[in-house]
């Protein structure tokens, strides 16, 4: 059974997810702005959201499989009964891997949880727009007055779990999963592209088990958005989403966080505008 959104509509989503996943500007708050000035005019959901995160996250697993294979060698390497030294289980990399599952926990339980609203009223378009424009504003004082300091390898306990729970706030389209998890770590006083680096790290246990998880329930559902043209929309996404990559880590290493916090502010108040005049709908 075919969905309301057609192939060519799924292909600009999935470049749309793709270019947005990365920067803190909300990939789910620009799926869900774009779907009413689709010809079909249909909102393409959370769980074809989530489904397309898949392909981004994949290619953070490549981006940085690197750092991902160094940190779970370190971790397992160091798993009571491993035999492993007192030098090798204080390893940075075993409490960042650690940092990781545990800093993965707020968004699991919190989006379980509240998964209806997630799907429904959290949608609303009001929301959405003044999402983008005040964490927008919070990105633009954490880069302005953070210290830009602290590497990954300073991490400490209470950290993560700040990183965790900031990165569940994205659970609201508009605010941005990495938009969320920099802005802690910013504020924390970490360096932008190691609060950049570990927001892609952190988000893979989530978007995973999130993406799969709706892959699952929606399997042979009827949905806004048939499978055929999900798979190409997650295949874009998966391509686009590895070039943001390379590019938004240089930017920020050079220029900071303010051409997104501009964005988002525009953005921002030109959804708000468009529900005030009616030419679109807050649901």
Known sequence: MSGVIGWWEAALLGLIQGLTEFLPVSSSAHLRIIGPFLPSGADPGAAFTAITQIGTELAVLIYFRRDILR????????????????????????RLGWLVIIGSLPIAILGLAFQHAIETYLRNLYLTAIMLIVFGLILGAADRYGRHELPLSRMRWRDGIIFGFAQAMALIPGVSRSGGTITAGLMMGYAREAAARYSFLLAIPAVLASGFYQLYKSWGVAGPVAPGPTLLATIIAFFVGYGVIVVFLRIVSSRGYWPFVAY????????????????????
Do not use: E, Y
Not at 71 to 94: E, M, Q, R, T, Y
């Open 264 to 283: 988002r502010i525009v953005l921002g108040v030109f959804v708000l505008a468009l529900l005030q005049m009616g030419v679109i709908a807050a649901h």
């Open 71 to 94: 940190i779970a060698l370190a971790w397992f390497g160091a798993l009571p009964g491993s035999g492993a030294s007192a030098a090798a289980k204080s390893n940075p990399d075993v």
